[in-house]
Nanobody
Framework: LYVVESGGGLVQAGGSLRLSCEAK????????IGWFRQVPGKEREGVSC????????YYADSVKGRFTISRDNAKNTVYLQMDSLEPEDTARYYC???????????????????WGHGTLVTVSS
């Protein structure tokens, strides 16, 4: 089981990017899936996630109103639409999934089953 992230890049402040995370080897329908980000020297931060039934959606306060998470089960892919990007959003963004319920509960983040290698987002001022 693994996931592959894509869509990162360099963008000016105020711009947009859409990250994609494609699940490989498992059916995303049954998994809670989300996005994390990390800057060197800082702790990993939970950005957004969706429960398996999409009944729970979580956004970090720092991205509320700017980022939107969605999934396309037919493509086995989850997306993170990032608008009004700020230099503070610069980080490596990781996708993670687990069949257990974890969305929005940071106690479980480090135990998630499937992690990608990340995609780098750089926002210039």
């Amino acid at each position: 089981l693994y996931v592959v992230e894509s869509g990162g890049g360099l963008v000016q402040a105020g711009g947009s990017l859409r990250l994609s995370c494609e699940a490989k080897g498992f059916n995303l329908d049954y998994y809670a899936i989300g996005w994390f980000r990390q800057v060197p020297g800082k702790e990993r931060e939970g950005v957004s996630c969706l429960s398996s039934s999409d009944s729970v959606t979580y956004y970090a306060d720092s991205v509320k109103g700017r980022f939107t998470i969605s999934r396309d089960n037919a493509k086995n892919t989850v997306y993170l639409q990032m608008d009004s990007l700020e230099p503070e959003d610069t980080a490596r963004y990781y996708c993670a999934a687990d069949i257990r319920s974890w969305c929005g509960d940071s106690r479980y983040y480090r135990f998630l089953e499937v992690w990608g290698h990340g995609t780098l987002v750089t926002v210039s001022s």
